[in-house]
């Protein structure tokens, strides 16, 4: 069964079908790569495959209408062209035999009971997090894979050209065809080894999802795998932490804008919409937690936010106590920036401004719009408006989201 294109003429059910395109590829992209190259072990085939069931399903489904299974129609497609790639490319029998089982296996199936956690995209992100990569190479070819980034996207934000950052893409992918590196979850020490770096890589994937002009269902993966990742590794702490960091931040999603789709500064919400199962779940695993490593840190914090019935009950002393142990794990600028806002909200802005001074020392903050919206917070506190609304509108300037944008400038003009 398939849904017509729509009642609003040709336009709208181009329209429609992109729209419906676009939803599918943030969800369903990942996990088709993921399956071809478990297939076949080859990035770029396994990407151009998916990239060719997209562009057939813009082509197709504004005329015959969006799948009821919009999802099983482009693995179903990306999987015949990867058996017509291989049948001309005269591949052995045994891949053939793979791709051919791999056909007969619809895409919503839900997992076997052996492959329940381990699955093709944590296999991928294992891989991407390979110690064989350069830790920049890690990151753009999870950002590239696994959130389906545009390579353009991606070379802005490592201050590079589109071609350099293709060749990098490039060059990483042929590093893993050439040195073997298995696609696979590593076992023993290996397992352990890597851990830091996949965690990092999921907190990216989390983070892709949570800001604020974030596609929400890359938050949503990270929750899935990192639920995934805690029940291979129970006994490790990380793991357990940062699965309770995301369900606490992600707890708030549905309170983070308004009717007009602004942003709502966290004092403002609404905390009855806040999801409180997902809180539950987190103060659960926090409870748990036998050590103090750099994302239980930052769970905590989250948890005095979650946990606070109202904005002035905020436990901003806790919270800045647990800013100085992760400014200890973790002395980078943003974290004393942050640590910065937490004490000024707990021991006054002046005690803020003064850390907020030594976060900029050595120019490390230099361009940095948030830390001209910290310093523009607190000058609003200490009673300096004129000078606050100056840096919340140079701020404005500098972010490269619309709705970080319009919310600084509604700081700006409200003080």
Not at 104 to 126: N, Y
Request: aromatic share 4%; proline share 6%; charged share 25%.
């Amino acid at each position: 069964m398939q849904r017509q294109a729509g009642n609003g003429g040709p336009a709208a059910g181009r329209a429609a079908a992109a729209q419906a395109v676009a939803a599918t590829a943030v969800e369903a992209y990942p996990r088709i790569v993921a399956a071809l190259i478990r297939i076949t072990g080859d990035w770029t085939l396994a990407e151009d495959c998916t990239q060719e069931a997209l562009a057939r399903a813009l082509a197709r489904w504004p005329v015959d209408g969006v799948p009821a299974n919009p999802a099983g129609w482009l693995m179903a497609v990306a999987r015949n062209r990867l058996l017509d790639v291989l049948r001309r490319a005269s591949v052995e029998r045994r891949k053939l035999r793979d791709v051919a089982v791999l056909a007969l296996t619809a895409a919503t199936e839900e997992p076997v009971p052996d492959e329940e956690v381990v699955d093709d995209r944590l296999r991928l992100i294992f891989t991407c997090c390979h110690p064989a990569l350069s830790p920049q190479a890690r990151v753009a070819l999870t950002l590239r894979t696994i959130c389906a980034v545009p390579t353009a996207d991606i070379a802005r934000a490592f201050l590079v050209s589109e071609s350099t950052m293709t060749r990098r893409l490039t060059r990483a992918k042929t590093r893993i065809a050439e040195a073997g590196i298995p696609y696979r979850v590593p076992r023993g020490h290996a397992l352990t080894e890597r851990l830091p770096g996949v965690l990092g890589v999921l907190y990216l994937l989390f983070t892709q999802g949570y800001d604020a002009d974030g596609e929400p269902a890359f938050a949503e993966e990270a929750i899935r795998l990192a639920r995934l990742l805690v029940r291979l590794m129970p006994e490790q702490p990380e793991a357990t932490a940062l699965l309770a960091l995301f369900l606490l931040q992600h707890s708030r999603r549905a309170a983070r804008r308004d009717a007009d789709g602004d942003l709502v500064p966290l004092d403002r919400q609404d905390r009855s919409s806040w999801d409180r199962a997902a809180i539950a779940e987190g103060v659960r695993l926090i409870a748990r937690l036998p050590e103090h490593g750099p994302y239980a840190w930052q769970a905590r914090i989250a948890l005095c936010h979650a946990t606070a019935a109202s904005a002035e009950q905020t436990d901003w002393r806790r919270i800045a106590d647990c800013y100085d142990h992760l400014l200890l794990l973790q002395p980078t600028p943003v974290v004393a920036l942050n640590r910065a806002v937490a004490h000024g909200c707990a021991y006054g802005p002046e005690v803020g401004l003064s850390l907020l001074a030594e976060a900029r020392s050595g120019g490390r903050l230099d361009g940095y719009p948030l830390a001209l919206a910290v310093e523009a917070d607190l000058l609003e506190r200490q009673g300096d408006r004129d000078r606050a609304a100056v840096l919340f509108r140079a701020a404005a300037d500098r972010v490269p989201g619309e709705a970080e944008r319009r919310a600084l400038l509604n700081r700006a003009r409200s003080g």
